[in-house]
């Protein structure tokens, strides 16, 4: 097992909103705390994921209209705020995906030049 | 779009701060209440679940500021603190207050003063004169550089021999003082300060006379032979009430 720090990935400016919109997308509407669970699952150990960073992410993603937030009660009888993807969030997520890949189809292509 | 509609949510919560403060801290609370009952669930105290979600989440305040950089613009909320800071402080302190306005009106106007007065003497073309821009100054420079008067023979010799000037006048470099009276009459002599000029002076300028008539290629410049003076406006409108004060003789 290699050493913790070395092989955790820090995110990139900007990627955790695409992960986030992501997420909402394939799981429906969900709290920061599920996302954080949901997140942590998917990609832990590699990824590094403090889940208080969650929340700049989603106000970022909610004043951009692309997420909307509503209270309402768990199945254990919590009550937790719910976001879930809104028309124009979908139509941002599949233009940010399309960036991102032409951002990493670039940077891969670099690489393996330079290399 | 999506980038705009989030700017002006930003600066709407730069301008009303607190707002969105407790539907945060009610999320985060929500937050830690639902990771304490996963700690639970998998089989801690609740007071040991309740540590490990608050080592879990690290720490609230933290996130609430994160929160707080992500959703306004921190810098003009800080901005707007600071500057009711500062009224509350200036209220505060009356003879502070007073000395610092005191002190920026008295700097302000003097500052404000030079200015009008090297606007009008620097920076302003001289009145009556036909064309400014195509007026130059011509100096003696020594080794040291610098800008200096120059003589009458010199004057002379670049006066004959210019080719790229339409004229060139002289006038001695200070104001002389001089009385001026009237000739064997009544009129008390009063002390003036005049300036000796070439006789081309006012043809070069282009200049115009109130009243009367300026002196030019019809007079001399041979000593004593046109012994005449061209009052200054500002001469004349003090002695307006005496019309009779231009084409009379009066003793220098």
Redesign the interface.
């Given at each position: 097992m290699a050493s913790e720090s070395t092989d955790r990935v820090e995110l990139l400016q900007g990627t955790l909103d695409l992960i986030v919109l992501r997420a909402l997308d394939t799981m429906g509407p969900q709290h920061a705390y599920g996302l954080a669970a949901r997140l942590e699952q998917v990609a832990e150990p590699s990824l590094r994921l403090n889940q208080g960073t969650l929340y700049p992410a989603l106000v970022r993603l909610e004043q951009k209209g692309w997420i909307k937030g509503a209270w309402q009660r768990t199945e254990t009888n919590r009550e937790a705020k719910y976001y879930s993807v809104t028309k124009a969030g979908v139509r941002g997520l599949e233009k940010q995906t399309e960036r991102w890949r032409r951002l990493a189809g670039l940077v891969d292509k670099l690489l393996l030049n330079e290399g | 779009m999506?980038?705009l509609?989030?700017f002006f949510?930003?600066l709407a919560n730069a301008l009303r701060p607190g707002r969105a403060e407790p539907?945060?801290a009610?999320?985060?609370t929500?937050?830690l209440?639902?990771?304490e009952?996963?700690f639970r669930r998998r089989g801690m105290s609740p007071e040991e679940a309740r540590l490990a979600a608050t080592r879990?989440?690290?720490?609230?305040e933290?996130?609430k500021e994160?929160?707080r950089?992500?959703?306004s613009f921190r810098w003009l909320d800080d901005a707007r603190r600071d500057l009711r800071h500062a009224g509350r402080l200036l209220r505060r302190d009356r003879l502070f207050t007073a000395t610092a306005a005191l002190s920026l009106a008295l700097g302000i106007s003097a500052n404000t003063t030079i200015f009008t007065v090297a606007n009008a003497l620097l920076f302003q073309p001289p009145a009556g004169v036909v064309e400014p821009d195509r007026l130059v100054d011509i100096g003696t420079s020594g080794l040291r550089g610098g800008f200096g008067p120059s003589s009458y023979p010199n004057y002379l010799d670049i006066r004959e021999r210019t080719t790229s000037l339409d004229g060139v006048y002289a006038y001695s470099r200070f104001p002389q003082a001089m009385s001026l009276g009237g000739v064997g009459t009544d009129v008390g002599t009063e002390s003036v300060f005049g300036s000796v000029v070439t006789l081309n002076y006012f043809t070069v300028l282009g200049a115009i006379p109130a009243a009367g008539r300026l002196f030019g290629r019809a007079d001399s410049d041979h000593p004593g032979a046109s012994p005449v003076v061209v009052l200054s406006h500002r001469f004349w409108t003090r002695h307006a009430q005496r019309p009779s004060i231009h084409g009379g003789r009066r003793g220098l």
């Open positions: - | 999506a980038s509609r989030r949510l930003r539907d945060l009610r999320e985060l929500s937050h209440t639902l990771l009952d996963d879990a989440f690290n720490g609230v933290q996130t994160l929160h950089d992500a959703r």
